[in-house]
């Protein structure tokens, strides 16, 4: 279970977390929406203490993460599978030392058993052969597919997407929503996804969480998210209600 | 208008924090060394590439260095000392000074510059962050093998720079300046101390360790995207080769 309680971040004089809290739970799957620069990757990356709050707790599985040791944060990051926004895969490395990286650094050194999970984990994502292809030679949508495959790898008890669909044509988001949302019932993960993409809302999340000004503005479900008639949620899900 | 002594204050400040920060990787890279053996393939790697790759480079300076070197003392000898004492000034100031100090300068710009610019880049494209995400500490996977390898290189490369140095001086000396074999390398071994050039060797392992230590923290505190990069090589380089003439002077003051 994940609790954030009254969190806010500061970078230089923009505050772009000004006391927000909410709590997700086991096996949930959760979007967090916003507008651009409101703060939507940051929160992510302070639940895994990537970036450290101004002030305010993050409780993972009741480990606070403003006080847990260097070993204490390596451990509860390998149960978690980040997807970042640009996929952020090794370029000096190949697909299959990407996806394999993090089971490697654990101390698996079976190749056979490596090779093995690295092709179980690509063919979910839809991805064959590719094992020795750098990242460089790789479209935008297969290097999310072989990011979330790294994440997969892992076995992680938690999945964070941050952006999955920004950058990518109409037809290839669609593909990485199918495959979160096969990944999502497969997995049985708890989910936190974040997007401005209501179209992935709708299609892979159970509940949503809007931040404005800083803190969580709304807390529903997607229906009640879209039927909404407070004026700034409104004028979020607009363009999504009239297309 | 700023006021100076605010202006001042503020860099003095800014300087000791960037200092506070180089002690703590310092620190935080060295932790990591008891655990160096599980990591030695990435060792390994580092060490082809800071030391092998870099050899070639340091020939070439270090041959024109030791020629120019030969010119230059007996330039200056002209007239009060015999030429015949070339060999032992040329290779005294190579091994205690030149080859240690230019070797260091050259990686700066090759290794030092590379460092930064490649965990730069990995920064800005959240790679740096990436590798958190899996559990794997960037200063265990990219600090520790990146300073050990340089550590260990840089006295290798110390001693090709002096060897081939020597060896431009010799070219100068025999083809140009008429000196024989003999009044040559009689003249290196009469002076030769082999404090000298241990003394060298040493300092460059500071040199070493801290050249990938500045490239290592410029590194990991790049933002910008692709300018910032592009700054972070300078800074490395810059940095890491004044960082070498200040310890150089230092670590005189300590060996000779």
Redesign the interface.
Known sequence: MIEIQDLRKSFGEKEVLRGISFSVHDGETVAIIGASGCGKSVLL?LI?G?LHPDSGVVNVDGLTIADAS?EQL?????Q?G?L???A????SMTVYENVV??LW??GQRDETKLRSIATEKLAMVGLNGIFDQKPSELSGGMKKRVGLA?ALA?EPKYLFYDEPTTGLDPITSDQIDLLIYNVTERYKATNIIVTHDLFTVQQIAKRVIFINEGIAYFDGTPDELLSSSEKVIQQFVERFVQK | MTNPIRYIGRKTTGFLSELGEIARLLAKTYSFIPRIGKDRALLVKQMEHIGSDSIPLVLVIGFFTGMVSSWQAAYQFKGMISNSFIGSAVSRAIFIELGPVLAAIVIAGRVGASIAAELG??KV???I?????????PIR?LSTPRVVAATLMMPLLTIFANMIALIGAFVVANFFLDISNKVFFDSVKRYFHVKDILGGIFKSLFFGNVLALIGVHVGLKTSGGAEGVGLSSIRAFVLGASMILILDYLLWMVIF
């Not at chain 1, 390596?74 to 390998?78: D, G, I, Q, Y």
């Not at chain 1, 952020?88 to 370029?91: G, H, Q």
């Not at chain 2, 962050?129 to 500490?137: K, Q, T, V």
Request: no cysteine; hydrophobic share 45%.
């Open positions: 990356k895994i990537l260097e390596e451990a509860l990051r390998r978690i980040f970042f926004q640009s952020a895969l090794f370029d990286l993090g650094e654990q790294r892992m | 880049t990995m494209t959240e790679q962050d990436a590798l958190e995400s899996l559990g794997i500490s996977y």
